[in-house]
């Protein structure tokens, strides 16, 4: 019955202490006055005392005395023992154990005296009653009960109606509706109400249902009627019924509940005078009724938005349709109210938030607040729990705020004081608002504004003990501002002030918790609610609208549009907006303008959207062919430029998506990196910038800004700060800089695996332009301070960072440059001295302070077998300097300052500007000019100090025992050839550098085996590099071609920069360079004569690019030969050479690969108009002999004549040569023969070594030679055109047709290397060629080189410009590359005669072309030899036509021919050198090779025609010209026939020259 137990020890010593201790017990519970609670204690006290007696367990007169004692203790003492002997009694029953039952009967018995008979017998079976004795019969007193309770239940009496007892029920009306104002109580009044029901016999529950409506007519008495009810009332459930019954009433169709009723349960529920739960099922419709339509509206939400978005046309039908439809629905009868929301409300307007959150808890989410008066009622309440603390902390200063009046109930909720307080109730409140926080703007701002002033609390408060309750309400307002603010955004009307009011809260938090929060805005909110799915679809409706009609001309009016759209929805606008940009790029320019109108926030939404947008996963980001990048990607990089640069938006996070983008080995989001700081620092990368440019680029930063961009570069301090304070305070600047530096090899070695090489090439030029970009960037914008704290030293970045060399040098050298400065300032205040010399020493002394621990740090970078080569401090001097450093760039200081004094006087004249303007522009101007003068002073102070600190380090900077060939391959390694490819200023100052290094007379540094190594091997170089890359080794080179070109143009400037230089020895000792050595000097016409070799090999290396047909090196090598092009070539066969393999490129190209034909076209353009620059081989170099007459030939080609340049040649080769084992050799200028590693090096000097002693008897024949040329032209004019000569030159130009398609394989054979039997073949030649030559005798070496001038000069002129088409035509690859072995023998054993090679050819050397000629040669050409071949010149002609009638002849022998191909080597060797003496090859030849053009084809075919002639009768089928053997493969059967007949022709025409010269 009740969990009240009586100790055991009291059952035991109940005499003693136990009865006692009970009566105690008893007393104390009576005493207690706990509305109700005190009687169940005492039954349950009473009961378990009597269950003691039953079980035996206590004396039955001892209880019954204690038991008549407590019947004293309370009135109703009987009726609560009566309650316990009824439950015994029950209990009893049940018990099968007699003895228990004769127990509780005696026990009941015993307490008839002091229980009345009347409640026993009201409340015990009849059973035990009669066993009492208190009744007879227990079956009569069961019918007696029945009767009574009929009666009383179901008999109607006809009384108690209002018409019936209408006098009592009006009195009490009277009593209910009386002035309450005076001293009335409720309870004077129920005492009223009592006699009422007792005088007229009115039913008590009529009586309640009248006080009820007394109340509803009289809301405002809440207090009255409340106590009245409370203590009339005594069933709560009764109260429900009745109300129940009223809710009931207006449940049918149009009608409509009265406020007053829901007043009224609300304030019943409030005052817990019935439940909600039982009220709740009296209310309409059903909760399931209302799931369902939440539903409903959710999906005609979401029909109505496919329908805006779905272009659909509206058809006759669908309209009538419609209509019929909103009439049917006007007829429908109103559905009833919703009796639960208005309840809710009125729950809410007393402010009982407790029963309204359990009613929202019963429906969907927001669709309680969905109805506007409930969110009202809810705001209001909001209003009235944060007023106190927004009064406190979140009113600005000087606003007064509208006074509000707390609520009168003492129940609601309590109003917060601080931020805590928010959490106990109005954080709850506010995110049951949701979006319909938008009904009160007012609410919006104060919720806003209470943010603020906790963001400043929590950044302020750093205490510890605080801080989990401050993160604890920081989420709770990132959750507000997630779930309330932001969509209550989106449903207002187009405020600005409330979009700027949020925005003043969210700048407070971290752009990552701002992007979050954007991104739930665009991607979730939309969705939970039918209102917010409705707004999505009208706004981008209204956005397409706008953008559909977004021009130029109409900028501001749609702006302003887009600004009234964006205040409320930018997420869902700028969605938009930016899937049509990256659609059509051509709007990025009018929506960029547009833009103006926007918000703060709106402006970071924008920030947002873009790099969602970029990092979108559903789109590639490359072409559908994988080469490019796409173009979606592009136009976001440039509106990303655009808008950060116009506008004030925080770049943070979008520069720390393109870092995570880095990390995560990724590059091709540095295109918007790219953009950014392009558009806002106006710092721009590009390899197409003119040579005025790239001269401003050298010059200092306002000589940039005005003369070095394409586009005009203003207003950008701004903006530059502003992303220079973005990458500081987030740190990103040195992590931007090192990611971009190690993707650099990432984009090759982890990205590029799969993708193709035309993309990676793009990705890694992209990389590099941006950190060169990003780079430049932070050294002219970050401080001295800022920079150096930043970059860490120069070992750390490479070892630690694994940054390679050229970019940690790149990030290093502003923070030298830095240093060094500061250092100089600091040495200048300490010692005032005002000395230019003293200046300069203190500079060198602040130099040396910076860079010897740079000297030391490098040492860690390389190996130390390369400091053996190099000293540290030359490496670190290279690395560290920069052209502004090297030169002042004069002539562009001077155009830039003329440029402002021609704008100024343009201001002056123009009588359209106003005064005020003129006069503002004019000292804009002039400010300008003062600049950049005062700049090119400093500048040019500074350049006279460099030079002065480099002229003191030079004699440190190379070691005197290395090698000068390994010395410049470690310079060229590891200096040079990194650095010219990094930037175009880069390769201007390379080739500046190595000018500088000579001019400063720098001891052991070789000038002319640097520029060799530089122009002889450039495939390698140009095949490995990107597209950008190529653009700047193009530069690298034209700047170095033209150095070399204004040495070679004029003999005055050679003697002035070159002569008497040790750049210029051709032998190096150990102990350095002596200067007194006349021999040791490379002279002017060896040094014009190097200049052709150079020349010969960049056609050699740019023809065999061209003729592989691999994408990349054409690509290339176009670009490289459209930026030497002012500086090469220069000479005309050469020039002619290239013209014809890139109109071939322009053919095959033209249908295949566009680019290239695009980059094939215009070089070929640009070639063209460059040929009038262009100058025949005989004046680019002089080829000058001594004259046979003049000088015995003993003394022309002995010992006493030749000796000397042989040798200056001979030490020259040696000391060039890569096989250190002859530094020995070196030292002693010994002269030696040419042998086999001195073939295998390349030339430096050419084959006309002797032509410093060409005497002027040699001039005076050479001009003879040209007259008798000439008047062979003459007789040749004479004859008509249809001479047998013309029809020869048709079938040549038919044959060379036919040869078109052999060129390329002829270059892919090319790249073979010479097999080692070869070799060893032309080792034996090499001997045999020397026996001849002792054989022979001293004759005159140089004769037939002179001969073939003599012979080309004629020809040259007899044929205008037949010969330079034809030469055009002719392929520069190298003869030896021939199919033919035993060609390929005779070839080399001429070519180890030849002038000696140099190291940096050896790769080349066994596939280039080789000339025989005089100057090593033994003499078998004689003067009868060269007359006799005039005379065959001269009958020429006339013996075509009997050469081509026996060519049948000889095809018909051809195969015994064939037999008899197998001739003397010697003879072969003698035959070849003869014919290539003969053929004039279009202009006499450099040292080591053919002239690109290989043989001549006229003067070729001529001199086979005559040798034919004169020998054999076979010999008539040799008017077919030698083709096929530098061909090297055949394209069809008939030109393999004709190369077999040719090697027959050429076998035997050596065996009778071998008779006709003997």
């Not at 963001?455 to 501002?481: H, N, P, W």
């Not at 305070?729 to 990205?751: I, K, S, T, Y």
């Not at 106003?914 to 350049?943: D, F, G, I, S, Y």
Request: aromatic residues 6%; hydrophobic residues 30%.
């Amino acid at each position: 019955m009740a969990t009240l137990i009586l100790p055991g020890e009291w059952i035991k010593n109940w005499e003693k202490s136990g009865k006692h201790e009970f009566v105690q017990l008893c007393k104390e519970l009576t005493e207690k006055t706990d509305h109700g609670s005190e009687i169940r204690d005492i039954q349950a006290a009473l009961y378990e005392l009597c269950w003691q007696v039953v079980q035996g367990n206590l004396k039955l007169d001892l209880v019954v005395s204690v038991l008549g004692d407590m019947m004293e203790l309370r009135d109703d003492m009987p009726s609560i023992l009566a309650d316990v002997f009824s439950t015994l009694d029950l209990e009893t029953a049940a018990l099968e154990e007699k003895v228990k039952r004769d127990h509780y009967t005696q026990l009941v018995g015993a307490c008839l005296f002091f229980v009345p008979e009347a409640i026993l017998k009201e409340r015990l079976d009849p059973e035990t009653l009669e066993s009492l004795g208190l009744i007879k019969q227990a079956h009569q007193f069961n019918q007696k009960i029945v009767k009574i309770k009929t009666k009383l239940f179901y008999k109607q009496q006809k009384f108690n109606l209002l018409r019936e007892e209408n006098e009592g029920y009006a009195k009490l009306i009277t009593e209910l509706g009386q002035d309450l104002s005076g001293n009335i109580t409720s309870h004077l009044v129920l005492e009223s109400i009592k006699s009422l029901i007792g005088c007229f016999n009115l039913d008590p529950n009529r009586v309640l249902d009248i006080i009820l409506e007394v109340y509803e007519s009289r809301s405002d008495q809440d207090e009255f009627f409340l106590s009245l009810i409370k203590s009339y009332m005594c069933e709560p459930l009764t109260l429900c019924h009745i109300l129940g019954f009223k809710f009931k009433f207006y449940q049918e169709p149009n009608e409509e509940t009265p406020k007053s009723l829901y007043h009224i349960a609300a304030a019943l529920l409030h005052h817990n005078l019935i439940e909600l739960e039982d009220i709740y099922v009296h209310l309409m419709p059903v909760d399931a009724t209302i799931v369902e339509e939440h539903k409903r509206d959710i999906s005609e939400a979401k029909q109505i938005a496919r329908k805006l978005v779905m272009v659909v046309l509206p058809s006759e039908k669908s309209e009538d349709k419609d209509k019929e439809k909103e009439k049917e629905e006007e007829k429908n009868d109103k559905p009833p109210d919703n009796q639960k929301l208005g309840l809710l409300e009125a729950l809410l307007r007393i402010g009982d938030w407790h029963h309204a959150q359990s009613i929202m808890d019963q429906m969907p989410s927001f669709y309680a607040t969905s109805h506007k008066a409930i969110a009202l009622a809810l705001c209001q309440l909001v209003h009235l729990t944060v007023e106190p603390l927004y009064r406190r902390a979140g009113l600005p200063k000087g606003a007064r705020g509208c006074v509000m009046h707390p609520l009168r109930n003492k129940r609601a909720p309590r109003p917060a004081e601080s931020f805590e307080d928010l959490r106990r109730d109005t954080f709850s409140m506010i995110c049951y608002l949701g979006p319909h926080l938008s009904h009160d703007a007012i609410l919006f701002a104060k919720i806003v504004r209470l943010g603020k002033a906790f963001m400043k609390e929590y950044q302020s408060d750093g205490r510890s003990d605080v801080k989990d309750k401050m993160e604890t309400l920081l989420s709770c307002f990132l959750s507000i501002a997630d779930q309330v603010l932001l969509p209550s955004l989106s449903l207002m009307e187009c405020n600005a002030c409330m979009s700027e009011e949020l925005w003043g809260l969210f700048k407070l938090f971290p752009y990552r918790h701002r992007y979050r929060l954007y991104g739930q805005w665009k991607n979730e909110t939309y969705t939970s609610h039918p209102l917010l799915v409705k707004v999505k679809a009208q706004t981008v409706e209204r956005a397409k609208y706008i953008m559909k009609r977004l021009t130029k001309e109409n900028v501001k009016q749609s702006g302003r549009q887009i600004g009234k759209l964006s205040h409320s929805n930018p997420t869902i606008l700028f969605d938009y907006m930016l899937s049509q940009i990256q659609w059509y790029d051509n709007l990025i320019v009018p929506v960029v303008d547009s833009l103006k109108y926007l918000t703060s926030l709106n402006y970071d939404v924008l920030a947002y959207c873009i790099i969602e947008a970029l990092a979108n996963p559903e789109k590639e980001k490359m072409k559908h062919d994988d080469t490019t990048i796409s173009s979606w990607l592009q136009s976001l990089a440039s509106l990303c430029g655009a808008v950060f640069r116009k506008y004030p938006i925080e770049l943070a996070g979008l520069l720390q998506y393109v870092t995570n983008q880095l990390k995560a080995g990724k590059s091709f989001d540095l295109l918007i990196l790219k953009e950014v700081v392009q558009k806002m620092a106006g710092i721009e990368i590009t390899d197409e910038m003119t040579s005025e440019q790239l001269e401003a680029m050298t010059g200092g930063e306002q000589l940039k800004a005005e003369g070095g961009y394409f586009g005009q570069i203003r207003n950008t301090k701004k903006s530059s700060q502003r992303l220079k304070d973005a990458l500081l305070d987030h740190e990103l600047a040195l992590p931007l800089c090192l990611l971009m530096a190690q993707q650099r090899n990432g984009v090759v070695f982890l990205e590029g695996g799969e993708k193709h090489l035309k993309l990676v090439g793009h990705l890694y030029d992209q990389c590099h332009d941006t950190l060169v970009q990003f780079g430049g960037f932070l050294a002219s914008n970050l401080s001295t301070e800022d920079y150096i704290k930043r970059v860490p030293s120069i070992d750390i970045l490479c070892n630690q960072f694994h940054t390679p060399h050229d970019a940690a040098f790149f990030l290093s050298r502003p923070m030298y440059a830095h240093q060094i400065l500061s250092k100089y300032d600091e040495l200048k205040k300490a010692e005032k001295g005002n000395r230019q010399q003293q200046k300069v020493h203190k500079y060198v002394a602040a130099c040396e302070q910076v860079m010897t621990p740079v000297h030391e740090a490098v040492v860690s970078l390389h190996p130390a077998r390369v400091w053996d080569d190099l000293r540290p401090q030359f490496y670190a001097t290279f690395w560290s300097l920069t052209m502004y450093d090297l030169a002042v760039p004069h002539s562009a200081y001077e155009r830039e300052v003329n440029k402002l004094k021609v704008q100024i006087k343009a201001i002056e004249e123009n009588p359209e500007i106003p005064m005020n303007k003129k006069k503002k522009e004019k000292e804009r101007c002039t400010a300008l000019q003062e600049k950049l003068q005062e700049e090119e002073k400093k500048q040019l102070e500074h350049v006279q100090r460099v030079l002065h600190r480099l002229k003191l380090e030079k004699d440190n900077w190379l070691l005197a025992k290395s090698t000068k060939n390994e010395t410049i391959t470690k310079f060229l390694q590891l200096c040079l050839f990194p650095r010219c490819i990094f930037s175009s200023i880069d390769a201007v100052y390379c080739a500046r550098f190595v000018e500088l290094v000579h001019q400063q007379k720098t001891p052991n540094f070789c000038t002319l085996l640097c520029y060799d190594r530089v122009f002889s091997a450039i495939i390698y170089t140009v095949a490995s590099c990107t597209e950008n890359e190529s653009h700047r080794y193009g530069r690298f080179l034209c700047c170095m071609l033209e150095t070399v070109t204004r040495w070679h143009s004029d003999r005055a400037i050679y003697e002035k920069e070159c002569v008497n230089y040790p750049g210029f020895l051709t032998i190096f000792r150990a102990t350095g360079f002596d200067g007194g050595n006349k021999a040791d000097q490379l002279d002017y016409e060896n040094f014009r004569h190097v200049v052709h070799k150079w020349h010969y090999m960049l056609t050699k290396a740019s023809v065999h690019c061209l003729e592989t047909g691999d994408y990349t090196h054409i690509r290339n090598i176009l670009i490289v030969l459209t930026k030497i092009l002012p500086c090469y070539p220069k000479v005309l066969n050469l020039g002619q050479a290239l013209e014809c393999r890139v109109h071939k490129i322009c053919l095959e190209e033209k249908d295949k690969r566009p680019d290239l034909y695009a980059l094939a076209m215009g070089y070929s353009g640009r070639l063209k108009s460059q040929k009038v620059h262009m100058v025949p081989e005989n004046e680019f170099h002089h080829k000058e002999q001594p004259a046979r007459s003049a000088t015995p030939a003993n003394q022309q080609n002995g010992p006493g004549s030749t000796g000397k340049p042989a040798t200056s040649t001979s030490k020259m080769e040696e000391g060039t040569s890569e096989d250190g084992d002859r530094g020995k050799d070196k030292s002693q200028g010994t002269t030696k023969p040419v042998n086999k590693a001195n073939s295998a090096a390349a030339k430096v000097t050419t084959s006309n070594g002797n032509g410093a002693l060409n005497s002027t008897k040699a001039v005076k024949e050479r001009d003879d030679k040209e007259k008798s040329g000439k008047e062979k032209k003459e007789k040749k004019e004479k004859t008509p055109g249809s001479t047998p000569e013309t029809k020869a030159e048709n079938r040549r130009e038919k044959q060379r047709d036919e040869r078109a398609g052999k060129e390329e394989r002829v270059a892919r054979e090319g790249k073979e290397k010479t097999p080692k039997a070869d070799r060893e073949k032309a080792k034996a030649e090499e001997k045999s060629s020397k026996d001849d030559k002792a054989k022979a005798g001293n004759g005159e070496p140089m004769e037939p080189s002179r001969e073939r001038d003599a012979i080309k000069e004629s020809k040259s002129k007899e044929k205008g410009d037949r010969s330079a088409v034809a030469g055009s035509l002719k392929s520069p690859v190298p003869r030896l590359e021939s199919a033919e072995s035993e060609r390929d023998h005779k070839r080399r054993k001429l070519d180890s005669h030849s002038s000696p090679s140099h190291s940096s050819s050896v790769k080349d050397n066994s596939n280039e072309p080789k000339e025989s000629t005089s100057k090593h040669h033994a003499n078998y050409n004689s003067v009868t030899r060269s007359k006799s071949r005039e005379r065959e010149t001269e009958k020429k002609d006339s013996d075509n036509t009997q050469g081509r009638s026996k060519e049948k002849k000889e095809e018909k022998d051809r195969k015994e021919r064939k037999r008899d191909h197998a001739v003397n080597e010697l003879e072969t060797s003698q035959e070849s050198k003869r014919r290539k003496d003969e053929n004039g090859m279009n202009s006499s030849k450099n040292s080591k090779s053919d002239s690109p053009s290989c043989d001549s084809p006229l003067s070729a075919e001529k001199e086979k025609i005559k040798r034919s002639k004169s020998s054999s009768k076979e010999k008539a089928d040799s008017v077919k010209p030698e083709r096929t053997s530098s061909g090297g493969k055949k394209e069809s059967r008939h030109d393999k026939e004709k190369s077999e007949k040719k090697e027959k022709r050429d076998s035997s025409g050596g065996k009778e020259e071998k008779k006709q010269y003997p």
